[in-house]
């Protein structure tokens, strides 16, 4: 069975950073993409950034610079690394796979507030 745990996140102040992991279990992890997604309140669930099996990343215009994306396939784990959080990433975040389409874990959220 397909499963994502999320965690590490939190509340933060403005500035700050977070670590983010995602543990998936269920599939072959290394074959495939492993992607990050955020919903803010009010809002739809939007992509932050992505990672191939081969290992090259892309990240969301509005979190470059700020945010790393990163796997780690012998612990079947997916990383988040936040830095210069501002208000605007607070969310609840999710792991993902494109292959996977139908399969969400619970989110962790993040908060980012003075």
């Known amino acids: 069975q397909v499963q994502f745990v999320e965690s590490g996140g939190g509340q933060v102040q403005p500035g700050g950073s977070l670590r983010l992991s995602c543990a998936a279990s269920?599939?072959?992890?290394?074959?495939?993409?492993m992607s990050w997604y955020r919903q803010a309140p009010g809002k739809e669930r939007e992509l932050v950034a992505f990672?191939?099996?081969?290992?090259?990343?892309l990240n969301a215009n509005s979190v470059k610079g700020r945010f790393t994306i990163s796997r780690d396939n012998a612990k079947n784990t997916v990383y988040l690394q936040m830095r210069y959080l501002k208000p605007e990433d607070t969310a609840v975040y999710y792991c993902?796979?494109?292959?996977?389409?139908?399969?969400w874990g619970q989110g962790t959220q993040v908060t980012v507030s003075s």
């Open positions: 269920g599939f072959t992890f290394r074959s495939y993409t």
């Open positions: 990672i191939t099996s081969g290992g090259s990343t």
């Open positions: 993902h796979t494109p292959a996977k389409q139908d399969y």
